[in-house]
Every structure is written in C-alpha cells, then in structure tokens.
C-alpha cells in the first residue's frame, strides 16, 4: 500500500514556475513507476510525465516538453514536476500516481497505475 500527498500548487501569474512535490508512504517507493497527470474542467485526465523507477528514464508529454520535467529523489520518497513558462491552459487539478507496472519504464495510461495521490490545483492568471 502506498499513499501518495501532492503539494506545492497554487496561483500563478502566466510566465510564472511552479513545482509540484508528491511525497509517498512506505519503503518500497523505489519499485514504483511514477507519473503526473492533470484534469481541466470538463476534460479528461491527461498523463503528462513520467519517471522511472529509478529515475534515470523520464518522458513528458510534447504539449509541456521544454517547461515542464519531472524527478524523483527515491532516498526523500518524493517525485516532483517543475512547472516553468505556466500558461492559462495549465490551469488544472495535478495528481501523482504511482504504478506497480515492471515490464516497462515508463508508464502511460490511467487505467495501469495502482495508488494516486489527492490532487493539487494550479491555477495560471492571464
């Protein structure tokens, strides 16, 4: 079992940098595949990034790549994603999942992580 808490969003002006923190109980973070995805209102959750389980392999989504990257400190249990150049459309509830999934680095799809954390929103202002 694994519990997830996301922190660090907020109100951002456009332009601005945000970074997510997803902290995780329990000793056995290092054999998950971690990931963040957002949801807009009246839109479906969206993978964004992801990390894998030892950090070494990351993957953004194009939509972000080059603002947006994604780490994880497995000794802290903790993965983060640094949000830079924010825009209006990134406005969104942010959540960390983790994945049991071994047969691949990266995992993408909702459907195969097993614990998700409770979310934090982002607000970016024009």
């Known amino acids: 079992q694994v519990q997830l808490v996301e922190s660090g969003g907020g109100l951002v002006q456009a332009g601005g940098s945000l970074r997510l923190s997803c902290a995780a109980s329990?000793?056995?973070?290092?054999?998950?595949?971690m990931g963040w995805f957002r949801q807009a209102p009246e839109k479906v959750r969206e993978f964004i990034a992801g990390v894998d389980r030892s950090g070494g392999i990351t993957y953004v989504l194009d939509s972000v790549k080059g603002r947006f990257a994604i780490s994880r400190d497995n000794a802290k249990n903790t993965v983060y994603l640094q949000m830079n150049s924010l825009k209006p459309e990134d406005t969104a509830v942010y959540y960390c999942?983790?994945?049991?999934?071994?047969?691949?680095?990266?995992?993408?799809?909702?459907?195969?992580?097993?614990?998700w954390g409770q979310g934090t929103q982002v607000t970016v202002s024009s």
């Open positions: 329990g000793r056995i973070f290092s054999t998950y595949a």
């Open positions: 999942a983790a994945s049991r999934i071994t047969t691949k680095p990266i995992v993408t799809a909702a459907n195969e992580y097993n614990y």
